[in-house]
């Protein structure tokens, strides 16, 4: 079985390269969501209080989910249209967001 973290980019990578339709964001800027952005500034402070160091933020879950799902069809598609697994070649990628 293949290792598809050379042949595809992270989602979000994927979510960051369309406009998001919810706040008019630009491709590679992030959304506007002062909610979600208080949220994990939350779940930092509560973890800071118990004595644990904050977690990392998947940047996917601060983006607007009409971001996330165009994201998620666009690297569907990329899937689909790639070799089989074992067919693929060690170290390329087959995304079509341009180059690395």
Same mark, same amino acid.
């Given at each position: 079985?293949?290792?598809?973290?050379?042949?595809?980019?992270?989602?979000?990578?994927?979510?960051?390269?369309?406009?998001?339709?919810?706040?008019?964001?630009?491709?590679?800027?992030?959304?506007?969501? &002062?909610?979600?952005?208080?949220?994990?500034?939350?779940?930092?402070?509560?973890?800071?209080?118990?004595?644990?160091?904050?977690?990392?933020?998947?940047?996917?879950?601060?983006?607007? !989910?009409? !971001?996330?799902?165009?994201?998620?069809?666009?690297?569907?598609?990329?899937?689909?249209?790639? &070799?089989?697994?074992?067919?693929?070649?060690?170290?390329?990628?087959?995304?079509?967001?341009? &180059?690395?």
């Amino acid at each position: 079985m293949s290792n598809d973290t050379l042949a595809f980019p992270p989602l979000h990578v994927y979510a960051l390269a369309h406009r998001c339709p919810t706040c008019g964001a630009k491709p590679d800027e992030p959304c506007d969501a &002062p909610r979600k952005a208080a949220s994990a500034a939350e779940m930092d402070a509560i973890r800071e209080q118990v004595g644990q160091s904050p977690l990392e933020t998947d940047p996917l879950q601060l983006m607007h !989910r009409t !971001r996330q799902d165009a994201g998620i069809r666009h690297y569907d598609r990329d899937v689909r249209k790639a &070799p089989w697994p074992e067919d693929r070649e060690p170290g390329r990628r087959y995304d079509t967001l341009g &180059p690395a």
